[in-house]
């Protein structure tokens, strides 16, 4: 066999089998319980009104086009349909600044293509979605801490880039019940960011793929509706928002957007027209028509499934984790972030857990650019029915409880 | 408006509109005859198979799991049935070595992205595929001329690449009716090419994204099939082959494929774990359905129109071209390579073309690696039938008849 990794480039050395793509095996497992995945629960797949959108493609005038190369850019009704959503929510744009990807996934892959050149720094937050921290490494950045209480000055964030071999290029967050926490950013924590970045001169990436998913609370302008305003204008401002259909629609059909000022989608445009052409034309019909037809009724039935497992497991966590134990209360999303007592580590309870009590997740560590605070996990309940938590977390807390006491008995007596 | 400039990676300047896809736009305009696409015919797109295929894929048992993420190697009866295919041409491997991309495109943009540290370089052939040059660019290499005479030694390419700051790590070539040439590598280049590779310890990138669109003459086995032959078995090679469904099936969905030896299969799914999880469940699904009912007798339809046209192409050449004008006699494929008189520009050629004649192709410059060349056109016959070649060639030749003159009485008399 030959040796390839001195013919490789230096980046493959960043590519890494990630530990939840490995994890997602487990659910093949019939008799495992699992909070591992954070993939949408199939049953709420609009099917129905995806055979109809296919069946009409088929059946009318486009069909030709459906099947042909098309631009870049992407679908343009596909684009007006975005224009019409964001703009209630405050993102004041036209279709030119509209890019459509292969997922939100392709998006921070783009994105970290264009920005960072290597040993440039990503400021994340602690933690961080794991896809970005993996489309990231493929440009070999550094990563710093995003802190959005305001403790680290600009001044700061450019030493530690500089020491570091390169600048600062982006903040990067999901501001809206975000993987892995299924926490939010206040108005507060994005107006500072805003401020941040415009002192830093960098971009702002925000993730906003669970956007559409409240359930409950007061909505938050998105970064990119706040800087619009502060900048009067979408050209001026310096946020990049990206978004998907795979939470709300499909994301077997791998369409999601960018939004930002022209010049950014202008390279971005370049960059697809290289990378892969374009977007699957039928499949960004097939989105756009699904949407047009019935977009806010499909978001409010996956909402309204979602919102009552998030309950079920609140109250679930509530009854069966032991002390010492805490977790978020997410208004909306996937996820909820648990911490375990300190000194605990998640990726031990894992394996304790499949091979006991047949209760899967995902450990937090990988979640932070650093590796550190091992000591959380993340549950998804959007696959799960209320019995499979209320037994899952029973599980899980009784396990949890058990690992505590056993590292409590091994500590050294002094 | 900001100054994006200076946040942008260094490798942003190297991602520039494609002079191919801006004058696809040409092609709105129905008053040219165009040769300028090189995209498939959308009147042989087998449209009632997919219609059914996807049709299918919604009234059965698949419909979630099309409609889902899904892993990132591809869906493995897609795998499957591209395993028994390229058996047929030789190509002797098993699933594990067969990796799904959103087209060949894709598998460029990643093998550039596996291979390529700035200043390493890529030996492409002189002219060769524009998308590769630009998927490549993105990773900033420096590009040699591959020749496959031999009159280089392994010493020489290395010495060059040495002094752009890097390593050879790859040749890139298209060896079956190549775009934008047509033509096709030879047995004794194609062994020629693997000697050098082996003995440069480099890979191979073989784009046989037209080796299915032979219309006459002697099929000659993929670089691939040789290198398995001589290492006796896939592991062992270093060729790493790229093929399409888009000009056989349909490009619009989005399908391609990566074979190699399974040390670069897990860094390419790694990769694309990293950069768009994966290529569309559904779409991959509908291809494999259409390609095991009928990949075969689609392929003989496209083959016998495309031939014709072919044909069509060369009797206008023959008929129309002034002296001291010659062309490729293509085997397959899509393309005309036509060589004006030495002096002459091809893109001046085809500014007055488009303003006085109506008739549009592709300015060969673009394909060379270095700019050279100018006096080369790339002639498409894939989308033209038999009148409008006729009609447009004549133009064409009358157009470069006058042009040789105007230039001829443009030499400064001394």
Chains 1, 2 share one sequence.
């Not at 530990?19 to 609009?46: V, W």
């Not at 208004?331 to 990726?347: H, I, N, Q, S, Y």
Request: with cysteine; net charge negative; proline share 5%.
């Amino acid at each position: 066999m030959l040796d390839w990794e001195h013919i490789f480039a230096t980046r493959s050395s960043r590519m890494k089998a990630s530990e939840i793509r490995e994890l997602l095996k487990l659910l093949e497992q019939p008799d495992i319980i699992s909070f591992a995945g954070g993939i949408p629960d199939p049953a709420l797949f609009p099917a129905e009104e995806f055979q109809k959108a296919y069946s009409d493609i088929f059946a009318g005038p486009q069909v030709n086009a459906a099947l042909q190369y098309s631009v870049s850019e992407g679908y343009k009704p596909l684009r007006d349909w975005i224009v019409q959503d964001v703009a209630k929510i405050g993102i004041d744009c036209q279709p030119e600044n509209v890019f459509i990807t292969s997922g939100s996934q392709q998006a921070l892959d783009y994105l970290g293509k264009l920005f960072l050149s290597p040993k440039d720094t990503a400021l994340v937050t602690w933690p961080t979605y794991l896809g970005a921290l993996s489309a990231f490494n493929a440009y070999e950045p550094t990563y710093d801490q995003l802190s959005l209480n305001g403790n680290r000055t600009p001044e700061a964030y450019r030493e530690a880039a500089a020491k570091s071999g390169g600048a600062v290029k982006f903040a990067y967050l999901s501001a809206d019940f975000s993987n892995p926490t299924g926490e939010t950013i206040g108005l507060e924590g994005r107006e500072k960011l805003l401020d941040l970045a415009d002192e830093m001169d960098i971009a702002i990436l925000e993730d906003a793929a669970y956007q559409h998913l409240r359930f409950d609370g007061q909505p938050i302008p998105p970064i990119m509706a706040l800087d619009i305003e502060r900048k009067g204008g979408i050209e001026n401002t310096r946020t990049i928002y990206s978004g998907s259909f795979s939470k709300t629609l499909a994301p077997g059909l791998r369409v999601g957007f960018v939004i930002a000022s022209m010049p950014v989608i202008r390279k971005l445009v370049l960059m697809k027209q290289a990378a892969d052409l374009h977007s699957s034309t039928i499949n960004q019909i097939a989105i756009e028509q699904v949407a047009a037809r019935g977009f806010d009724a499909q978001v409010a039935k996956i909402k309204a499934a979602y919102s009552e497992r998030r309950d079920f497991m609140l109250k679930a966590l509530e009854k069966y984790m032991p002390k010492g134990t805490s977790w978020t209360k997410p208004e909306g999303g996937m996820f909820v972030w648990v911490t375990l007592p300190e000194g605990m580590d998640g990726a031990e309870l894992l394996a304790k857990s499949i091979a006991t009590e047949k209760v899967a997740f995902v450990p937090g560590r990988a979640f932070y650019a650093d590796g550190s605070n091992a000591n959380t996990l993340r549950m998804s309940y959007s696959c799960a029915n209320g019995e499979m938590i209320e037994e899952g977390i029973k599980r899980l807390g009784r396990l949890i409880a058990s690992a505590s006491v056993e590292e409590k008995e091994a500590l050294p007596i002094i």
